[in-house]
């Protein structure tokens, strides 16, 4: 019996001395698939919330958005951003308004709707107001209903809060996400982050002219149970017309083993970013899913959209 516990203690030792070692040596099993991943899910993540964001940032977007759709002197609804001018159907609900709010917003995109940057939205975004969102502290609360954004399918729900600060633009998302992968595979993502308008906020229904800093943490599940922490180390930067995040960094960490880090660029709109684990640094690639049942705008290699056969909205 004393034989047993020696070993078992000789065992224990020898597993704390590895786990010890691993530490000391900084080994990162992370690889090059769990960051592109992850990169994927961040841009899937920000282009979603800044569809809602469009729509509903202010009381005026609410309601010019639908004074926006209907007229016939535009020509490029929303300053561009949808491919042939096709955008989501808005239905404005405000029976249950006291002196104006709530407000319940539902963006539907039908079939599909193609975005100039090359992104293939389909289903419904469900977002209720119950403030002007540019009041400090106002909230709006998402949904989602059968909801993909390329071929990857989001469920679960936000809820954004507006900074106390009026002169910043600005709205913490707190989110408790799943993506689905075509494969069935999925990522449990719940985070905390922080949106600002850069630039563009004066002009809420011009696209091109935004460009959004991001900050926050991550938590990550993905479907084999492995666990990844993300925190923002240096402010993402994202234009509207880029479908990539062109600038910045981020700390990942798998199984709470040492951490790798991304590094987005110097501000360049391209699908490529940096991964440095193990003391090595090596060029990745940023994913770009497209539906496989839709033909929508492809990329080039800059990341920017051009023309393709967009499919057609109910």
Same mark, same amino acid.
């Given at each position: 019996?004393?034989?047993?516990?020696?070993?078992?203690?000789?065992?224990?030792?020898?597993?704390?001395?590895?786990?010890?070692?691993?530490?000391?040596?900084?080994?990162?099993?992370?690889?090059?698939?769990?960051?592109?991943?992850?990169?994927?899910?961040?841009?899937?993540?920000?282009?979603?919330?800044?569809?809602?964001?469009?729509?509903?940032?202010?009381?005026?977007?609410?309601?010019?958005?639908?004074?926006?759709?209907?007229?016939?002197?535009?020509?490029?609804?929303?300053?561009?951003?949808?491919?042939?001018?096709?955008?989501?159907?808005?239905?404005?609900?405000?029976?249950?308004?006291?002196?104006?709010?709530?407000?319940?917003?539902?963006?539907?995109?039908?079939?599909?709707?193609? !975005?100039?940057?090359?992104?293939?939205? @389909?289903? %419904?975004? $469900?977002?209720? &107001?119950?403030?002007?969102?540019?009041?400090? #502290?106002?909230?709006?609360?998402?949904?989602?209903?059968?909801?993909?954004?390329?071929?990857?399918?989001?469920?679960?729900?936000?809820?954004?809060?507006?900074?106390?600060?009026?002169?910043?633009?600005?709205?913490?998302?707190?989110?408790?996400?799943?993506?689905?992968?075509?494969?069935?595979?999925?990522?449990?993502?719940?985070?905390?982050?922080?949106?600002?308008?850069?630039?563009?906020?004066?002009?809420?229904?011009?696209?091109?002219?935004?460009?959004?800093?991001?900050?926050?943490?991550?938590?990550?599940?993905?479907?084999?149970?492995?666990?990844?922490?993300?925190?923002?180390?240096?402010? !993402?930067?994202?234009?509207?017309?880029? @479908?990539? %995040?062109? $600038?910045?960094? &981020?700390?990942?960490?798998?199984?709470?083993? #040492?951490?790798?880090?991304?590094?987005?660029?110097?501000?360049?709109?391209?699908?490529?970013?940096?991964?440095?684990?193990?003391?090595?640094?090596?060029?990745?690639?940023?994913?770009?899913?497209?539906?496989?049942?839709?033909?929508?705008?492809?990329?080039?290699?800059?990341?920017?959209?051009?023309?393709?056969?967009?499919?057609?909205?109910?």
């Amino acid at each position: 019996m004393k034989k047993q516990i020696w070993i078992a203690t000789v065992a224990a030792m020898t597993l704390f001395a590895a786990c010890e070692d691993k530490i000391e040596t900084g080994q990162s099993s992370l690889t090059e698939e769990d960051l592109a991943n992850e990169a994927t899910l961040e841009n899937l993540s920000q282009e979603t919330e800044y569809e809602v964001d469009l729509f509903t940032s202010s009381k005026d977007n609410i309601l010019g958005a639908a004074a926006e759709m209907s007229s016939k002197d535009h020509h490029r609804p929303f300053g561009g951003r949808y491919l042939y001018d096709i955008c989501p159907n808005i239905t404005i609900d405000s029976s249950m308004a006291v002196n104006g709010f709530p407000i319940t917003v539902t963006l539907n995109y039908g079939d599909s709707v193609v !975005l100039e940057n090359g992104h293939v939205i @389909r289903g %419904i975004i $469900q977002v209720v &107001v119950y403030d002007d969102p540019r009041h400090p #502290a106002a909230e709006r609360d998402v949904t989602f209903i059968d909801f993909f954004i390329d071929d990857v399918q989001l469920t679960g729900d936000i809820t954004k809060r507006r900074g106390q600060d009026p002169a910043i633009l600005d709205f913490t998302s707190v989110a408790d996400l799943t993506f689905t992968f075509p494969d069935g595979s999925f990522w449990k993502r719940d985070s905390e982050n922080t949106r600002t308008f850069a630039e563009g906020s004066q002009t809420p229904f011009l696209h091109f002219d935004d460009v959004f800093h991001m900050d926050g943490f991550v938590n990550n599940t993905n479907s084999d149970g492995t666990s990844f922490a993300k925190t923002i180390t240096q402010t !993402l930067v994202k234009p509207a017309e880029c @479908r990539f %995040i062109v $600038q910045g960094t &981020v700390t990942m960490t798998k199984n709470d083993e #040492a951490p790798a880090i991304l590094d987005f660029g110097n501000g360049e709109c391209d699908d490529l970013a940096t991964m440095t684990r193990n003391g090595e640094t090596s060029e990745i690639r940023l994913r770009h899913h497209h539906d496989g049942g839709q033909e929508g705008g492809h990329g080039d290699d800059d990341g920017n959209g051009h023309d393709g056969q967009g499919g057609q909205h109910d």
